[in-house]
């Protein structure tokens, strides 16, 4: 009895696109066929043209086999790429030569007439004579067409998968999804199978997604992936597993450079934790951000802050307006201002870039301002939490100090919040507004800090020239966070304004 030799694993082969070869773990299993499908514009065509760009640059001879597309318009998309369509062999079967000659019954008008089994042969004769090793097939729609009925449709497409298993010839078919109803055939007969969508949103730019659908033997990342389409190509953003990122780190105070809010937080905020700073419109949730940040310059880090609402004009006049000296950190690039436009950015495109500033820029400190931008970047906003765990996670893994801020509804008295995201948080800061002698102040409590001991007061604080001051606890009011605090004291405990002098603590 002979024992079968089993046959030895290939290597992966690129699909010529980073972020899709990620999602896979390596890329494509060599000598298969692959679909491609998606409707028309979701960026299938450029996708595939990634393909054969790969086998181009590894001296691979590739085939672009095209029913639908004629060699001007890809050699139009490739040009607004910036590829040489050079190392790729085009065949058109609907060329003006094909359409003219009397033998061949070709039209360019109406597919439905040319003749399917005569087509099939053009193809598998030009790929005898050239001998690829990659081969795009575009589109099946036509074919589809050309065969009238679902069962030869089915056959012919079992001859071409037949065809070119026998060959060492790896192959990538186009589906624009144009039947009327999903055809699963074609999954059966695949290898493996991507889906690219687009999806058009109430406001703003169309979001892009994929996801591949399967991939035998072949372990790959599940899920909707966002991508956009670039000069260069698709641009894939694999969605963000936080479980495959660590790196030690040791778990040291991160101080703010201002002794009173740091002896609020217990000494500071832990490297590896997040910070949610909650609070009315305009209170100072953005300038007490700016404090860590430029804090973390001074030390040498690098701070990134992720912009949802506010210009670069706008954060850099605040900063010049409460002595905090922004230039120097911007100057120095240990600072860096991104602004997002949440009608333009996916969610993620925008975890893409997070771990962009932390992986290459090596950005010690995250400012996401604010989560309120972020939750109109999403197309749906009951995804919101389960993204931002799964962001704040890699970010808690690789040691990095994030601080989000949120804007309630309201500046006095009661607050509504549009989202609870508090028991995601480690350190949660409360600022509100106060009224006091016919006066508005601002207050601030850290009411809750996971990961050591923090004060329970409440402590008045004010946003000057000067900076940051914090003053003493409020210990003779009562009622500060409902907005109408009720003074039971004797000696004020307040800042007085226009004066460094401050209160006595004791």
Not at 89 to 115: F, K, W, Y
Not at 132 to 154: H, K, T
Not at 321 to 330: P, Q, R, S, T
Request: glycine fraction near 10%.
């Amino acid at each position: 009895m002979n024992d079968a030799v089993p046959e030895p694993d290939q290597a992966r082969i690129s699909t010529g696109n980073t972020g899709l070869d990620d999602i896979l773990g390596g890329g494509l299993d060599p000598d298969r066929v692959y679909l491609y499908e998606g409707r028309p514009g979701t960026g299938k065509t450029t996708l595939a043209m990634q393909f054969l760009m790969q086998g181009a640059r590894l001296g691979e001879r590739s085939l672009y086999i095209t029913l639908s597309e004629s060699r001007r318009e890809l050699e139009l998309v490739a040009r607004r790429h910036g590829w040489n369509l050079d190392g790729i062999d085009i065949l058109e079967l609907v060329s003006p030569e094909t359409t003219l000659d009397p033998s061949r019954e070709l039209t360019v008008l109406h597919p439905a007439e040319m003749e399917l089994n005569e087509t099939s042969q053009l193809i598998f004769d030009h790929v005898r004579a050239t001998d690829p090793a990659r081969v795009v097939f575009d589109s099946l729609s036509e074919m589809r067409l050309l065969a009238q009925s679902p069962l030869r449709y089915r056959r012919q497409i079992l001859a071409v998968k037949h065809f070119f298993a026998s060959r060492r010839c790896t192959m990538v078919l186009l589906d624009d999804l144009s039947s009327a109803q999903t055809d699963l055939q074609l999954h059966s007969i695949s290898h493996g199978v991507v889906l690219l969508e687009q999806l058009a949103i109430d406001y703003g730019a169309e979001r892009r997604r994929l996801r591949v659908v399967k991939m035998r033997g072949m372990q790959f990342r599940g899920g909707f992936h966002d991508f956009t389409i670039v000069p260069g190509g698709l641009a894939i953003y694999p969605r963000l597993v936080a479980a495959e990122h660590h790196k030690s780190f040791i778990g040291e105070f991160t101080t703010s450079g201002n002794a009173g809010l740091d002896r609020m937080l217990g000494g500071g905020l832990e490297r590896g934790t997040n910070a949610l700073l909650i609070g009315a419109a305009g209170v100072g949730k953005s300038s007490l951000a700016l404090t860590y940040t430029l804090a973390a310059a001074a030390r040498g880090e690098h701070a990134v802050i992720f912009a949802f609402d506010e210009g670069r004009g706008t954060i850099e006049a605040r900063a010049r307006a409460i002595g905090l000296k922004l230039d120097e950190g911007l100057d120095s690039g240990l600072v860096r201002i991104q602004q997002i436009d949440p009608a333009e950015v996916s969610p993620g495109e925008f975890a893409h870039l997070v771990r962009r500033a932390v992986e290459q820029d090596h950005a010690r400190i995250v400012v996401i301002d604010s989560l309120n931008g972020y939750l109109n970047a999403m197309p749906e906003g009951r995804f919101l939490i389960l993204q931002m765990h799964e962001l704040l996670s890699y970010l808690s893994q690789l040691g990095v100090l994030t601080i989000l801020i949120l804007a309630q509804h309201g500046l006095v008295g009661p607050m509504d919040t549009p989202l609870d995201i508090s028991y995601l948080s480690d350190a949660v800061i409360m600022l509100r507004y106060f009224e006091a002698d016919g006066t508005v102040r601002r207050a601030m409590s850290v009411v809750k800090k996971r990961s050591g001991h923090h004060e329970h007061t409440i402590r008045e604080f004010r946003l000057s020239q000067d900076g940051l001051a914090v003053g003493p606890p409020l210990t003779q009011f009562s009622g500060i966070f409902s907005g109408t605090p009720r003074y039971i004291g004797e000696k004020s405990p307040l800042l007085i304004e226009g004066s460094d002098d401050q209160p006595d603590e004791s």
